[in-house]
């Protein structure tokens, strides 16, 4: 394996199931080139959920990263009535931690048990990044669905039945 952050480092390890690959030789808190974006673009669109293990990042590196998928989206609007991350608004912050009594985050402590992201707008964001700065040692899991795969599934004959049908949320 060659140097982290170049394309001969990088190791694309998937899952074996409907989606999802480990991504490794990859430090995200460095400037990548533009080879490196190229690659990982590719593995996201080849595999759409992107594992990195052991980063460790500042809001801005997170940020600039996000940016490698598209332009960011707001967060949903803050039932506390300001951004969550005064810096970063862009930075949806998750969290059941409170200080002072007020939350310092969305969704709190298990609020969310199933939900599908910003499927409200027009228009959803086509990607999300989650970096953990705590993960707790049971529970706490992110699950993924696969809705290429799960179309694909489908008989024929209810792949007629839906085309050109809209769901509204």
Do not use: C
Request: aromatic fraction near 8%; avoid cysteine.
């Amino acid at each position: 394996m060659g140097t982290a952050n170049t394309v001969d480092a990088i190791e694309i390890i998937p899952s074996g199931k409907a989606l999802g690959a480990e991504v490794r030789g990859v430090d995200l808190a460095s400037d990548l080139p533009d080879d490196v974006k190229e690659v990982l673009q590719k593995a996201w669109a080849d595999h759409l959920v992107l594992l990195f293990r052991g980063q460790t990042l500042t809001d801005q590196q997170l940020v600039d990263f996000s940016r490698l998928f598209g332009e960011l989206d707001p967060p949903a609007p803050n039932p506390y009535g300001e951004a969550l991350h005064k810096v970063h608004p862009e930075i949806n912050v998750i969290s059941n931690v409170r200080k002072g009594g007020k939350p310092i985050g969305n969704l709190g402590a298990g609020e969310a048990v199933w939900h599908a992201d910003m499927t409200y707008l027009d228009t959803p964001p086509k990607a999300a990044v989650l970096y953990s700065l705590e993960i707790p040692e049971a529970g706490g899991a992110t699950y993924f669905a696969n809705m290429f795969a799960a179309y694909e599934a489908l008989d024929d004959d209810l792949k007629r039945e839906i085309d050109g049908k809209v769901a509204i949320h």
